[in-house]
C-alpha cells in the first residue's frame, strides 16, 4: 500500500509519501509562501525522491481541516486533481489528529491546538499514554473554555500546534502539569497524513477510502466574512 500524504492546512505545507508503513520521502516547508505555488511541486518533488510516480500512489490521503480556510481548500483540491483522473482511493484526516500523532506512546496527554483567530483556538484532545486514542472531538472553543476543560485533566498535558505557545502563556499559571511540544514536532506534518491513512487501513481495510467526490473540507464554524454577512442579516431583521 502506496500512500501519498498532504497537508497545507495552515502556515506550513508538506507532502510525504509512505510504502506499506515505512516513510520513503519527506518534504515540509514552513516558509509562508502561498501553498497555491508551491503544493504541487513539493509533491512532485516528494514522489521523485521516493522513486515514484503519482500513478504509484494507491491512497492519496489529506488534512480537511480544521485550520486555514485557504489552506484546507487548496490541499483538497489538489488531492481531488491527482486522484479522480486516476480513479484512486482518498481519505481525509484530521489536521488536529496529524498534529498529535507524533506523541504516541509518549505516556502523555495531547491537547492539538490551532490558532483560530479572536481568542479561539481549534483543538482535540488525545490519549498518548499507551498507545494513541482520541478523547474529544474536533472543536472551536475559546482559551479560556479550554483551559477549564484541562483543568480537570489529571495527567501530563502536552500543547502541540501552532498555537501551542498562545495557549501556554495564558494557561501556565491556571492549569497544572502542562507544558509545550518541543519545536522539532509541534507542527503538523505530511507524514503524519500518511501513517494514520496507513492505520486505519491496517485496522478496517479499504472501507476507510472514499472516492475523491466525497473528500470535502472540515471548517469547524463559518469563515470571518460569513460571520460578518450573519451578523449584518440578524442586525437588520
Known sequence: MKILGVDSSATAASAAVLSDGK?????????????????????????KTAGLTVSDIDCFAVTNGPGSFTGVRIGVSAVKGLSQPLNKSCMA??????????????????????????????????????????????????????????????????????????CYNKMKDVVKDIELAPLNIRYQSASSVALIAYDNYVLSGESCFVDSNQLVPNYLRLSQAERELKKKQENEI
Open 93 to 166: 484526516v484530521s489536521t488536529l489528529e496529524a498534529i498529535a500523532k507524533p506523541l504516541e506512546n509518549s505516556g502523555v496527554y495531547a491537547v492539538s491546538v490551532m490558532d483560530a483567530r479572536c481568542n479561539q483556538v481549534y483543538t482535540a484532545q488525545f490519549d498518548c499514554e499507551n498507545g494513541f486514542s482520541r478523547v474529544t472531538d474536533d472543536d472551536a472553543l475559546s482559551i479560556e473554555a479550554l483551559a477549564e476543560q484541562l483543568k480537570s485533566v489529571n495527567k501530563r498535558k502536552i500543547l502541540i500546534g501552532d498555537g501551542a505557545l498562545l
Open 23 to 47: 516513510l520513503l520521502s519527506v518534504t515540509f516547508s514552513n516558509t509562508g509562501l502561498t501553498h497555491s505555488q508551491t503544493l504541487l511541486p513539493m509533491i512532485d518533488n516528494t514522489l
